[in-house]
Nanobody
Framework: QLVESGGGLVQAGGSLRLSCVAS????????MSWFRQAPGEERTFVAT????????EYEDSVKGRFTISRDNTKNTVFLQMNSLKPEDTAIYYC??????????????????WGQGTQVTVSS
């Protein structure tokens, strides 16, 4: 089970830190990612972290603004979001996939999903 928290309403230029806590199994061998879904749009990839945290990838529009990190001792993955823009408004989902699966940007690659947390950025 994955449970996200940390969403909310923030003004443009502000920051939020999302957390995703995994329970029920050890996710240290899983790659962890964040996706987001804006109203009326498909769910899209935001960021991913390898099981060790040594390798990360980002969607182009968030590079330099968002940072994904994880603490395997606490079964938690984070998404630090800075310089937020109104177009970042979406429901943000945490997801886990087997580390052997290289297709990090595809939602079909993921075995486990959280329920999502709403992020709203006002202009």
């Amino acid at each position: 089970q994955l449970v996200e928290s940390g969403g909310g309403l923030v003004q443009a230029g502000g920051s939020l830190r999302l957390s995703c806590v995994a329970s029920g199994r050890t996710f240290s061998s899983y790659s962890m990612s964040w996706f987001r879904q804006a109203p009326g749009e498909e769910r899209t990839f935001v960021a991913t972290s390898s099981w060790s945290g040594s390798r990360t990838e980002y969607e182009d529009s968030v590079k330099g603004r968002f940072t994904i990190s994880r603490d395997n001792t606490k079964n938690t993955v984070f998404l630090q979001m800075n310089s937020l823009k109104p177009e970042d408004t979406a429901i943000y989902y945490c997801a886990a996939r087997y580390a052997s699966n290289p297709h990090y940007a595809f939602s079909a690659s993921y075995e486990f999903w959280g329920q999502g947390t709403q992020v709203t950025v006002s202009s």
